[in-house]
């Protein structure tokens, strides 16, 4: 069984357009995130939702906006691609809480042309 | 604000070789710790955990000791295979549950 899903796992585009990025959670938690990781494996989050509420909002542009429909979907909206946004996009879940993992999707590789 | 800090990669070993990758943070109270692995091509995976001070986290033949006093949380393997040759990353988790702080990675190449 899938835990966490992401979709598409890869996404090839021109610059200006607009894209989403989905991501589905089966295990019954109540904290969702995007992190993005450049070529270099840094990992940097961009945004965390607990309960459909935005909790965490990194100095990301703009042009990214999350929209939480339910507990188990978070999804990303890129308008306007730059090159720049190139990257391998994480959503990952967790329950609330300190003691508690979270659980990575498998990612979606964003090539902007 | 809460931070991580790993020893810089790449990081080659032979196989059977002992592994060690520093890990220390910098953080209010009591965190938890947690050490992830990153296979090529895939997500993060939870390699172990430690939520508080003394604890010892293992898994796969891999551990880390939470050590406050250091403030470190240090990845060992004895003997390491081929298989383990991927990012692993050291975290910490605020008291609170809010803030979740990742290291910038320490990239393993394990050679036959």
């Known amino acids: 069984d899938t835990a966490v899903s992401q979709t598409p796992k890869y996404l090839v585009t021109q610059m200006g357009n607009d894209k989403s990025i989905k991501c589905e959670q089966n295990l019954g938690h109540d904290t969702m995130y995007w992190y993005k990781q450049d070529s270099k494996k840094f990992l940097k989050i961009m945004f965390s939702?607990?309960?459909?509420?935005?909790?965490i909002n990194e100095t990301v542009p703009n042009r990214f906006s999350p929209k939480s429909p339910d507990k188990a979907h978070l999804n990303l909206h890129i308008n306007s691609l730059e090159l720049g946004d190139s990257a391998v996009y994480f959503c990952?879940?967790?329950?609330?809480?300190?003691?508690?993992?979270?659980?990575f999707g498998p990612g979606t590789r964003l090539t902007v042309t | 604000g809460n931070s991580v800090t790993q020893m810089e990669g790449p990081v080659t070993l032979s196989e059977e070789a002992f592994l060690t990758i520093n890990c220390t943070y910098t953080a209010t109270g009591y965190p938890s710790l947690f050490w992830y692995v990153q296979y090529p091509g895939e997500g993060l995976q939870l390699l172990l955990k430690?939520?508080?001070?003394?604890d010892k986290g293992s898994n796969k033949g891999f551990e880390a000791t939470y050590r406050k006093e250091t403030t470190s949380f240090h990845l060992e393997k004895g003997s390491v295979q081929v298989s383990d040759s991927a990012v692993y990353f050291c975290?910490?988790?605020?008291?609170?549950?809010?803030?979740?702080?990742f290291g910038p990675g320490t990239r393993l190449s394990v050679l036959p």
């Open positions: 430690a939520t508080k001070a003394d």
């Open positions: 990952a879940s967790s329950l609330t809480g300190q003691f508690y993992e979270q659980y």
């Open positions: 939702y607990n309960n459909k509420e935005l909790i």
């Open positions: 975290a910490l988790s605020d008291q609170h549950g809010q803030n979740f702080v």
